[in-house]
C-alpha cells in the first residue's frame, strides 16, 4: 500500500464548477499535512497547510480526518487557471522534516 | 530575489557519464533536500542536508551522490552506476530540519540518452 494515495484523475470540470478531491494517508503517526499545486513541468509550490479545524483560503478549503486518515480539498467557483496537478503532501516528522509525497490528482478546468 | 535556483533547466547525457546538478538558495536555509519525481509518481526523496557539512541518504540514494560545503550550495551528482536517470530532478530548502515548509527550485530534466 502506498503511503499517501490519491485518484490520479484527471478530473475535467467547466469553469465555475465545484470540484473536490481526497487523499489517503497509511501512517497514523503523520504530524502535518499539505496541499501543493504542480502546473506541467513546472516545480511544486505550497498552496496550503491542512488543520484538524479546517482551514479556507479563498475558493480552497481543506479538511483533515485523522480517524479515517484522510485529507481533502475543496476548489469552489473552478477558474481556468486552476488546471493543474494537486499533489497531496504528509509530514512525518520525527527526527527531520521529511515529506511523503502523492502522485497527484490532474485538474483539468474546460470553458 | 530570493529564492532556489537549478541549473540546467535541461540537460542530456550519454549513458555512463557522470553528471552535476546545481541547486543555489539565497533563503538562508539550513536544510536542503534532493528529490526526483518520475511519471505518475510521487516525489521521492534522494538526499537531504540538515545542516553544513552534514548530509544523509533519503530513500533512493543509489547511485547518487551529494556536497554541502557551503549552505546556499547542495550539488547532486548522478552517477554511473544510477540505473534509471532519466528524470525531473527537484531541489528543496526549508528554514529548519523540523520546519514544515519546503520550497522547491524551478527543477531540472535530466534525459540520458
Known amino acids: 500500500r502506498k503511503e499517501v494515495e490519491q485518484d490520479p484523475g484527471p478530473f475535467n470540470v467547466p469553469e465555475g464548477a465545484t470540484v473536490a478531491f481526497n487523499c489517503t494517508y497509511s501512517?497514523?503517526?503523520?504530524?502535518?499535512f499539505f496541499w501543493y499545486r504542480q502546473d506541467c513541468r513546472k516545480e511544486p509550490k505550497l498552496l496550503m497547510s491542512v488543520y484538524s479545524s479546517g482551514n479556507e483560503d479563498g475558493r480552497f478549503t481543506a479538511q483533515l480526518n485523522r480517524a479515517s486518515q484522510y485529507i481533502s480539498l475543496l476548489i469552489r467557483d473552478s477558474k481556468l487557471s486552476d488546471s493543474a496537478t494537486y499533489l497531496c503532501v504528509v509530514n512525518l516528522s520525527g527526527g527531520y522534516n521529511k515529506l511523503i509525497f502523492g502522485a497527484g490528482t490532474r485538474l483539468a478546468v474546460h470553458p | 530575489d530570493g529564492g532556489i535556483t537549478q541549473s540546467p533547466k535541461y540537460l542530456f547525457r550519454k549513458e555512463g557519464q557522470n553528471v552535476t546538478l546545481s541547486c543555489e538558495q539565497n533563503?538562508?536555509?539550513?536544510?536542503m533536500y534532493w528529490y526526483r519525481q518520475d511519471p505518475g509518481q510521487g516525489l521521492r526523496l534522494i538526499y537531504y542536508?540538515?545542516?553544513?557539512?552534514?548530509?544523509q541518504k533519503g530513500d533512493i540514494a543509489e547511485g547518487y551522490s551529494v556536497s554541502r560545503e557551503k549552505k546556499e550550495s547542495f550539488p547532486l551528482t548522478v552517477t554511473s552506476a544510477q540505473k534509471n536517470p532519466t528524470a525531473f530532478y527537484l531541489c528543496a530548502s526549508a528554514d529548519g530540519p523540523t520546519t514544515d515548509t519546503q520550497y522547491f527550485g524551478p527543477g531540472t530534466r535530466l534525459t540520458v540518452l
Open positions: 542536508s540538515q545542516i553544513v557539512n552534514d548530509f
Open positions: 501512517n497514523s503517526a503523520s504530524q502535518s
Open positions: 533563503l538562508n536555509h539550513d536544510a
